[in-house]
């Protein structure tokens, strides 16, 4: 089992993840990822990584078996890899957004750091989905959009649009990446990465969700059915007291 390890327990400033050995009744740290032909290396003492950051959203991907975390952080944050090599980001910028990346098959972790626009507009702005070897990452309120390698665990694309302030959330399908911030939805195309289309909402949006033939945006007190073909809007279902469209179960 995976727990928050909190920091100190009786007034906490921080956290690091462990795992709980439910056999055994221990927490353990963490495993190094990649070490030694792919043996499991425990992080060593005093390498663990202390979170000082904020989680934002998550996804979980099954078929690779890993959490993706979207965090914002405070500058003071380490990652294990400051921790193992002292002095390695220096000149770097700031990172003040990064994705925690854990393995809950093999027991390792690893953040992948987002540019460093990330994180520096509102928090309600940051948001995150996954679809087959991708994992976007949008910060709305700065208008930037990152795409990540889920195996390669590295930003290996940047996009801008213009930004929107509002509460933010990206829905993967098949073949477009879908952001609903405020009363719009910003629809991108997965192979080209180009901003293809924008659809305008009666409200601001409150969460949203694909399936295979539709998109499923949360309004107040209603869902609202969308054909993903034309940005139409083809149904609305009254859901008193909404807070938010997660998924689609179907």
């Known amino acids: 089992m995976f727990v928050l390890d909190m920091l100190p327990p009786e007034h906490p400033d921080r956290y690091r993840v462990r795992v709980l050995d439910l056999a055994a009744g221990q927490l353990k740290a963490l495993n190094l990822p990649g070490e030694n032909a ?5 992080v060593p003492e005093g390498a663990e990584e202390e979170m000082r950051g904020e989680g934002r959203q998550a996804v979980f991907d099954p078929g690779r078996e890993r959490l993706f975390t979207l965090y914002s952080h405070q500058p003071d944050h380490q990652h294990v890899r ?3 090599h002292p002095g390695a980001r220096d000149g ?7 994705v925690h990346t854990l393995s809950v098959r093999d027991g390792w972790a690893v953040c992948v750091d987002l540019p460093a626009a990330f994180g520096t507009g509102p928090v309600e702005g940051l948001t995150i989905a996954q679809s087959a070897e991708e994992v976007w990452v949008a910060d709305a ?3 930037v959009a990152a795409v990540i390698h889920a195996d390669a665990l590295a930003v290996m694309q940047e996009l801008t649009f213009e930004p929107v302030t509002g509460r933010a959330a990206l829905a993967a399908g098949v073949d477009r990446i879908h952001l609903a911030v405020g009363s719009r939805v910003l629809v991108f195309a997965r192979d080209t990465k180009a901003h293809v289309a924008t659809w305008t909402l009666p409200a601001d949006a409150r969460g949203i969700a694909v399936s295979s033939q539709h998109v499923y945006v949360g309004q107040p007190d209603a869902v609202l ?10 149904g609305t279902v009254g859901v008193a007291g909404l807070g938010g469209v997660e998924r689609v179960i179907a």
């Open 225 to 234: 059915r969308i054909d993903p073909a034309t940005g139409a809007v083809t």
């Open 141 to 143: 309120g700065k208008g």
């Open 38 to 42: 792919g043996l499991k290396v425990l």
């Open 92 to 98: 770097k910028p700031d990172v003040h957004a990064f």
């Open 82 to 84: 400051d921790l193992l």
